[in-house]
């Protein structure tokens, strides 16, 4: 019967990428069989059966431009574990499109008519995050008026995506982990289980093997995690995807901004291949948008790139929609937006995370508030209780 529950049957998928992801399973260990229906695929390299999975590969790949066989990789391991319900742990530095490789796998997942429910672990602060997660009871602590549900109830029937799990503590990777086996949560000052049924996705920019083996990251957490690994390559290593992408922002902020339409020369591209995107696919965005407001076209040539290292100060204003990240380091020139945050933060916790209340307090509006929470990975239980 196991065996019978890991296989699935993927099909039949794109021309020509039944032949790749077949080299590539078999190179994962995973018994592959062509079968008219598709890709019979099971774990462990055990004789394939065609099982109770059957799924139909959706190309709901579009919005994941590229170029580069790297990608095109990533991807076929996409389209081969979307279907199924494994935990899927996607690394990769920041700026790759964890994110954005997230979501593709939930919409080709069975949970694809569910929510999917992002939470940036590293955005919130401890306390606040559990009780996000699983919820509370009334009178669990002060100010704890009524129960409230977690995320992990919020999320049943969809997929949560857990982005910067590293960030979690070590306290919390144990309630995680047994939420994950059992799935069923435990609200904060409860002791009745919740069965819940959600997809997990978590996504981490650091090394989580290496932070397992030094105590960093619990080590049972890691390998319940880390069924089916995908990494997603950093910018630099794949600069077919460089130029792409670049024409591609270019055009899309152009028509945003009603500015005329630019191209690249084929010597800016190459300035631009050479260059590290510490920030990978994020920084290149942002650095196409500063071009276009600083640029009239309609040829770009290398001479009217910003500098490599320009700072974001003599650079115009841009809407930033990604609020620091690290939890206690405040990068330089954010020091506003942090304060802020941890200000709602903190008011939202002491009004017992009620969002009518906190954001009276606040003066501002609770979808003000909500968009807020929102960009800080607390979306869904600030908005729908309280
Ligand atoms: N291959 C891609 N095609 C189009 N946009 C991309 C691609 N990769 C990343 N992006 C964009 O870059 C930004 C960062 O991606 P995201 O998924 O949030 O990265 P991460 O989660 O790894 O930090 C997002 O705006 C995303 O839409
Ligand atoms: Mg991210």
Redesign the pocket.
């Known amino acids: 019967m196991e065996e019978e529950k890991a296989v699935t049957v993927i099909g039949p998928g794109k021309p020509g990428l039944r032949g790749r992801l077949a080299a590539d399973l078999a190179a994962l260990g995973y018994g592959v069989r062509e079968t008219e229906a598709g890709l019979v695929v099971c774990a462990g390299g055990r004789d394939c059966r065609e099982g109770s999975r059957r799924f139909e590969v959706q190309d709901a790949f579009d ?4 170029a580069s066989p790297e ?1 095109e990789k990533t991807l076929s391991l996409v389209s081969v574990v979307a279907p199924t319900d494994a935990i899927v742990l996607i690394s ?1 530095e ?8 997230a979501r593709a796998i939930h919409r080709n997942s069975m949970a694809r008519t569910g929510p999917f429910v992002p939470v940036n672990c590293s955005a919130i602060p401890e306390t606040l995050l559990e009780n996000e997660l699983f919820g509370h009871i009334k009178g669990s602590y002060t100010d704890a008026r009524c129960d409230k549900k977690g995320i992990f109830e919020f999320a049943n029937g969809g997929t949560l995506f857990l ?1 910067e799990i590293s960030e979690t503590s070590l306290a919390l990777q144990v309630k995680l982990l047994r939420a994950i086996e059992l799935s069923e949560i435990r609200r904060v000052g409860d002791t009745h289980p919740i069965k819940v049924s959600c997809r997990v996705i978590a ?1 981490s ?1 650091k090394d989580l093997a290496g932070l397992a083996r030094s105590g960093k990251f619990r080590e049972d957490l890691y390998y319940r995690l880390n069924v089916f690994p995908i990494f ?1 390559p950093p910018l630099r290593s794949r600069p077919a ?1 460089i130029d792409l ?1 670049a024409r ?1 922002f270019l055009e899309q902020t152009a028509k945003r901004l009603g500015k005329p339409k630019l191209s690249l020369s084929r010597t800016a591209i190459e300035d631009l291949q050479r260059r590290p995107w510490p920030g990978n ?2 920084e290149l ?1 942002h650095f196409m948008e500063r071009l276009v407001l600083l640029n009239s076209g309609p040829v770009i040539m290398p001479s009217q790139l910003p500098d490599k290292d320009a700072s974001p100060a003599q650079a115009p204003p841009l809407p930033e929609p990604d609020l620091p990240r690290r939890r206690n380091a405040a990068p330089e020139g954010e020091g506003l937006a942090q304060a802020e945050k941890a200000h709602i933060l903190r008011v939202y916790e002491e009004c017992g995370r009620s969002a009518t209340k906190a954001a009276r307090r606040l003066s501002i509006s609770r979808t003000t508030l909500w968009r807020k929470l929102r960009l800080y990975g607390l979306a869904v239980a600030a908005f729908l209780v309280g």
């Open positions: 919005d994941i431009l590229h990608i990769g920041s700026g790759t499109g964890k994110e954005l490789i982005d996504a920019n997603v995807d992408l591609h696919v994020r965005q």
